[in-house]
């Protein structure tokens, strides 16, 4: 982009000194200082072409006077500054010790350069001033006063009333009252197979 700064010397140039300096590294693009006597009074230009980014611009005077009209003497000076073909400051003269303006395209947004959080600055939570919870006010709970269920009231049931079942009363069945059948009269029959059974009756 296209920059022109522009310097009417007063009858004093070799009191004049200036610069233009990125913003972003510090360095200078253009510069003018120990002016001869020989350019007093004159007008000079120092066009150029530069990078559209920020710059500072810087003017000194030794004498702290400024360009003009503080001494009869003085002379008739002035500077502007444009950028881009727009002036960003034109005809100043009574500025003093120094000028000094800010000027072309805004940075880029960078990245936080902040350092890490420090740590806390505060000291750790102090002890609890206050004392453990006290013990419990209150007795623990009384023993019931309710004794326990007493044991069954009624007695076991009593033995039975009745007398187990009495042995038979009637006696065994007494003995044949005859006495066993006798011998037999008639001798025993023997009997074979095929013969002729004779039997003999005794009286």
């Known amino acids: 982009v296209s920059i022109k700064f522009?310097?009417?010397?007063?009858?004093?140039?070799?009191?004049?000194?200036?610069k233009i300096t990125?913003?972003?590294?510090?360095?200078?693009?253009?510069?003018g200082d120990s002016y001869p006597v020989e350019k007093s009074n004159e007008l000079l230009e120092y066009p150029d072409c530069v990078e559209?980014?920020?710059?500072?611009?810087?003017?000194?005077?030794?004498?702290?006077?400024?360009?003009?009209?503080?001494?009869?003497?003085?002379?008739?000076?002035?500077?502007?500054?444009?950028?881009?073909g727009a002036p960003v400051f034109e005809n100043i003269s009574d500025f003093g010790a120094s000028?000094?303006?800010?000027?072309?395209?805004?940075?880029?947004?960078?990245?936080?350069t902040a350092g890490p959080t420090p740590s806390p600055t505060f000291s750790p939570t102090k002890s609890p001033t206050s004392y453990p919870t006290q013990l419990p006010t209150s007795s623990p709970t009384v023993i019931p006063t309710v004794p326990p269920t007493k044991s069954p009231s009624p007695a076991p049931s009593n033995s039975p009333t009745l007398q187990p079942?009495?042995?038979p009363t009637p006696v065994p069945t007494q003995k044949p009252s005859l006495p066993p059948t006798t011998s037999p009269t008639n001798e025993p029959i023997l009997q074979c197979r095929g013969e002729m059974v004779s039997i003999k009756f005794v009286l």
């Open 52 to 84: 559209d980014t920020s710059y500072i611009f810087e003017l000194d005077d030794t004498y702290q006077d400024g360009l003009c009209c503080v001494y009869k003497d003085q002379g008739d000076g002035f500077i502007s500054l444009y950028y881009k």
């Open 99 to 112: 000028h000094t303006k800010q000027f072309g395209s805004p940075l880029p947004t960078r990245d936080p």
């Open 22 to 31: 990125r913003q972003d590294d510090q360095r200078v693009v253009m510069s």
């Open 6 to 18: 522009v310097l009417h010397t007063d009858n004093f140039p070799e009191d004049i000194s200036w």
């Open 165 to 167: 079942t009495n042995v």
